[in-house]
């Protein structure tokens, strides 16, 4: 509110000096003639431009004022009492605050409107009778889909009566002229509704199910269901919006706990971490998602280490009790004896020269990176040795796959080498470069490249802001062994407690899934 205040109270003072502005130009000069005219131009004004910018200034923040300050509408949805509002924003989509647990961004649509969903309060009757009776719940789906679609519409007719009081009664107080006025409360209408048929033309019902958390929500990502439900319900907007509805109101509930991630039969999770540099907090961190997630495996994909150097090798010590098995790669910053200390460590499956190993069913290979930086005695071979490396081991994936052992998911730690290896495997992880990168290589192999899950080591220390800390859940169906959605779990660097959790969806998971859908359709020819 203090924020909406502010904000009223600039556009008040801007409004002000452009009313005086307009004022002086308008006003009678010698001669009767009006400021702002010159001889000749038969009344012409000498800035139709300005006029026209001036117009949109009072029809933009008249709209903005109005939303403010009527634009909002209290609804409920099930047991929950919600405040919805319309605000300027040019990406648009949807923000849901679910206080004090945190909030989820979806990208719903992409107008110049957000729409924002403050979760006021929950009625404790209806919320206790769904969590006392959990048959009720079968028909959750139908009466969201009411509530949501009543106070959709309620806000629409607000927002627009809105809209139009803010732009008319700005723009009379500005103009001092009916007609003028009515055309900025008729403009800003007619951009109101323009927002509404872009937002309508790209709405994206999908969005339910690729959310953005934070606060308190990052720990628990059970909200929008696991992997197999996104994949088999991939277009029922409905449901999951029935499914988000109700596990928030157990939140409610159950104040002190939030609700554990269900693992699933025919869902194997993977947790990519990489670029950890020495940076212990890392441990901790890893540590949380493997409980959090129920991870099956770790994939290190390298630079755990900053010197490589015998004396370093006890920061290893932590992986033994991270709760699931640890496979690494070693990568530009880990020598020969990082590599030599891990492998000696129980739980840890260390992956080099092409070599393949399996585990909890998942076939891995992996190769080291062939050059080690931090040793300045010799020259490195740069991006050459790296694509040379990357030959090497796509011929390795090419003999695992003719001796009938064929590869899940291929690791290295530089990404000019994971690009050699397209067309041999179906998924590829990489890290080094610190960001997060996700490509579709020609052939059909898919590339991930992980951000630093250590926020760039110590090191980070010496930068102006800190960097943060990225690891992602890989979810794959345990059959075919292909990813089918990730999580990417974002949390603030050295110093910062921020977190976000983005969950995506492989984009070959719809066609496998419509493909299944057809196989199994009654409608289908059956043999002979």
């Known amino acids: 509110m203090a924020g909406a205040r502010a904000a009223q109270r600039l556009i008040h003072a801007t ?22 005219r010159g001889p000749g131009l038969a009344g012409a004004p000498r800035h139709p431009w300005s006029r026209a910018l001036g117009l949109t200034a009072v029809v933009v ?17 099930g047991p929950m009492n919600t405040s919805m509002a319309l605000r300027p924003d040019i990406t648009g989509g949807t923000r849901i605050d679910i206080a004090p647990l945190g909030a989820l961004e979806l990208d719903s649509h992409a107008a110049p409107v957000r729409l ?30 009411q509530d949501v679609a009543g106070g959709t519409a309620e806000l629409a007719l607000r927002s627009c009566v809105a809209v139009v009081f803010g732009a008319t009664a700005l723009g009379l107080a500005v103009y001092r002229r009916p007609r003028r006025a009515l055309a900025a409360g008729g403009l800003a209408l007619g951009l109101l509704i323009a927002s509404g048929v872009t937002a309508a ?20 990502p059970s909200l929008v269901g696991d992997a197999r439900s996104i994949v088999t319900d991939f277009d ?49 961190i890893i540590g949380s998602l493997v409980r959090q997630y129920d991870i099956d495996v770790i994939v290190d ?36 004896i990082t590599q030599r200390y891990l492998t000696k460590l129980k739980n840890v499956r260390v992956l080099d020269e092409g070599r393949a190993v399996t585990v909890a069913g998942l076939r891995i290979a992996g190769y080291g990176d062939p050059q080690f930086t931090p040793d300045r005695s010799g020259k490195a071979g740069g991006k050459p040795a790296e694509r040379m490396m990357g030959i090497r081991f796509a011929s390795a994936l090419r ?26 495997v179906p998924l590829v992880l990489a890290g080094h470069v610190h960001r997060r990168v996700n490509e579709i290589l020609r052939h059909g192999t898919r590339l991930k490249i992980e951000g630093s899950t250590g926020g760039g080591g110590l090191r980070a220390l010496q930068n102006e802001k800190p960097e943060k ?13 292909r990813l089918q959605a990730w999580d990417e779990i974002t949390l603030g660097g050295l110093g910062l407690t921020t977190a976000q959790v983005s969950r995506h969806i492989a984009e070959e998971a719809e066609t496998t899934s419509r493909q299944r859908a057809t196989d199994r359709s009654p409608t289908r020819p059956r043999r002979p």
């Not at 409004?15 to 009006?34: S, Y």
């Not at 033309?201 to 628990?220: D, I």
């Not at 015998?310 to 991270?322: H, S």
């Open 15 to 36: 409004l002000t000096r452009l009313r005086r502005h307009l004022r002086q130009r308008l006003r009678p000069g010698p001669g009767g003639a009006r400021r702002g």
């Open 61 to 77: 923040a008249g709209a903005w004022l109005g939303l403010l300050i009527v634009g909002s509408v209290q609804t409920s949805v």
């Open 116 to 145: 924002d969903v403050q979760v006021d309060r929950l009625d404790p009757i209806r919320s206790r009778a769904l969590v006392e009776r959990p048959e009720r719940l079968s028909g959750l789906q139908d009466e969201v889909a």
């Open 201 to 220: 033309l790209t709405w994206n019902p999908k969005s339910v199910l690729e959310p953005r958390f934070s606060g308190l929500l990052t720990g628990a």
């Open 236 to 284: 029922i907007y409905q449901q999951e919006l029935a499914r988000l509805v109700t596990n928030v109101t157990k939140l409610y509930d159950a104040t002190s706990t939030l609700p554990t991630f269900q693992p699933n039969p025919a869902t194997m999770r993977v947790l990519h971490v990489s670029d950890i540099h020495l940076n212990p907090a890392a441990w901790k």
């Open 301 to 336: 994909s390298g630079d755990t280490m900053d010197h490589g150097t015998a004396a370093e090798n006890v920061f290893l010590d932590p992986v033994e009790d991270l709760g699931a098995p640890y496979v690494w790669v070693r990568g530009n910053h880990d020598s020969r």
């Open 399 to 424: 003999d695992q796959a003719r001796a009938k052992t064929p590869v899940d998911i291929a690791v290295t730690h530089n990404p000019d080498a994971a690009r050699e290896t397209d067309g041999t």
């Open 469 to 481: 800390i990225r690891a992602s859940v890989l979810y794959l169906d345990r059959t075919s062994k």
